[in-house]
C-alpha cells in the first residue's frame, strides 16, 4: 500500500508535464526509487479518481481539473444539443 507523500509525489510530477508517453518513461523520472508495481497502485487510483487517462498508446495525461490546456480546450469546445 503506497504511503500519501509517495502518490502526492507522483501525481506532482504528472501534473507538473502533464503527459508521459509511458509507465515505464514515469517510472524512471521519479525523483527516489520505487518498487514498479507500488507505481502501477498509484497510477490505477490516480485513473479511478478521474485525475489521469491513457491515450490509445498508452501515454498517461494529466485530466484534472486544474489543467490549463484542458480548461482551454472546454472552452472553445462546441456545445453539443
Not at 16 to 27: A, I, Q, R, T, V
Not at 49 to 78: C, Q, R, T, V
Request: aromatic share 8%.
Amino acid at each position: 500500500m503506497p504511503r500519501l507523500d509517495t502518490i502526492e509525489m507522483v501525481e506532482k510530477i504528472i501534473s507538473d508535464k502533464k503527459e508521459f508517453s509511458s509507465k515505464n518513461k514515469l517510472w524512471r523520472d521519479l525523483p527516489k526509487q520505487m518498487q514498479y508495481p507500488t507505481l502501477l497502485t498509484i497510477l490505477n487510483y490516480l485513473e479511478k479518481s478521474n485525475k489521469i487517462m491513457y491515450d490509445k498508446k498508452g501515454a498517461i495525461l494529466w485530466i484534472f481539473a486544474d489543467n490549463p490546456k484542458l480548461k482551454k480546450l472546454h472552452e472553445k469546445s462546441d456545445v453539443l444539443r
